[in-house]
C-alpha cells in the first residue's frame, strides 16, 4: 500500500513563500498523476495543482496560478509545491494525493498524505 507524506507546513506572514513536500513511501507510476488540494475548516477539500508524473501538464486552479507551482523529484519519489505570495486566504490543510485520472475531482485520487497546516497571518 501506497503512502504519503507531507512536509514543510507551518505559519508564514502574507506575502511570504512557503515549500511543501510530498514523499512516497513507493514507485509511482509514469501514468500516475500526483496532485495538491487543500481543506479548510467547515469547507470542502478543493482542488489546488496537480502534474503528470511523466513531467507534462502542470495545472492550477484559479485561485492559485501564477503564485503556486508544482514539481517533481522523481529520483525520491517526492514532488514539491511552491507558493509564493501567500495571503490568509490560504491558509488550510494541505494534502498531498497521487491516482491515475488526470482530473481535479478528490474522488479520482487513490492515495492521500496525512495533511500538513499552512497558516499565513501576521
Known amino acids: 500500500q501506497m503512502q504519503l507524506r507531507e512536509s514543510g507546513g507551518g505559519l508564514v506572514e502574507p506575502g511570504g513563500s512557503l515549500t511543501l513536500r510530498c514523499s512516497a513511501s513507493?514507485?509511482?507510476?509514469?501514468?500516475?498523476?500526483v496532485a495538491w488540494f487543500r481543506q479548510c475548516p467547515g469547507k470542502e477539500r478543493e482542488f489546488v495543482a496537480m502534474?503528470?508524473?511523466?513531467?507534462?501538464?502542470?495545472y492550477y486552479s484559479d485561485t492559485v496560478k501564477d503564485r503556486f507551482s508544482i514539481s517533481l523529484e522523481k529520483s525520491i519519489n517526492t514532488w514539491l509545491l511552491q507558493m509564493n505570495n501567500l495571503s490568509p486566504d490560504d491558509t488550510a490543510v494541505y494534502y498531498c494525493?497521487?491516482?491515475?485520472?488526470?482530473?481535479?475531482?478528490?474522488?479520482?485520487?487513490?492515495?492521500w498524505g496525512q495533511g500538513t497546516q499552512v497558516t499565513v497571518s501576521s
Open positions: 494525493a497521487a491516482g491515475s485520472n488526470y482530473d481535479q475531482k478528490v474522488s479520482d485520487y487513490k492515495y
Open positions: 513507493g514507485r509511482i507510476l509514469s501514468s500516475w498523476i
Open positions: 502534474r503528470r508524473w511523466a513531467g507534462h501538464s502542470p
